[in-house]
């Protein structure tokens, strides 16, 4: 199965950290994992998708409203990339989506081949 699997949600005060994450498989069209672009988004109610974070090998990029407070990284051994996510407020609530990018890559930082099922996080005032 190539479908990410997110975990690690959950409800969180303000000013707390946590961390989610992904589970993508280890081959795809005889591409491994170290190979894929990975990113994650987020949607809040009422709300359209947002991006908030992608990795390579080891370039990375971050929207402004999560620069500085997360920080996305892989474990390449494990198939698995993370999202550290510290200094929670409450404009962070939302569904948390992973997403991979398989070989041949998208040609935009904003597209991505397979999508998981979500993971929601949500943060207290």
């Known amino acids: 199965q190539v479908q990410p699997v997110e975990s690690g949600g959950g409800l969180v005060q303000a000013g707390d950290s946590l961390r989610l994450s992904c589970a993508a498989s280890?081959?795809?069209?005889?591409?491994?994992?170290?190979?894929?672009?990975m990113g994650w988004f987020r949607q809040a109610p009422g709300k359209g998708r947002e991006f908030v974070a992608a990795i390579s090998w080891g370039s990375t990029d971050y929207a402004d409203s999560v620069k500085g407070r997360f920080t996305i990284s892989r474990d390449n051994a494990k198939n698995t990339v993370y999202l550290q996510m510290n200094s929670l407020n409450h404009e962070d609530t939302a569904v948390y989506y992973c997403a991979s990018d398989v070989p041949p890559y998208r040609s935009s930082l904003y597209e991505f081949d397979y999508w998981g099922q979500g993971t929601q996080v949500t943060v207290s005032s």
């Open positions: 280890g081959r795809t069209f005889g591409r491994t994992f170290d190979s894929y672009r």
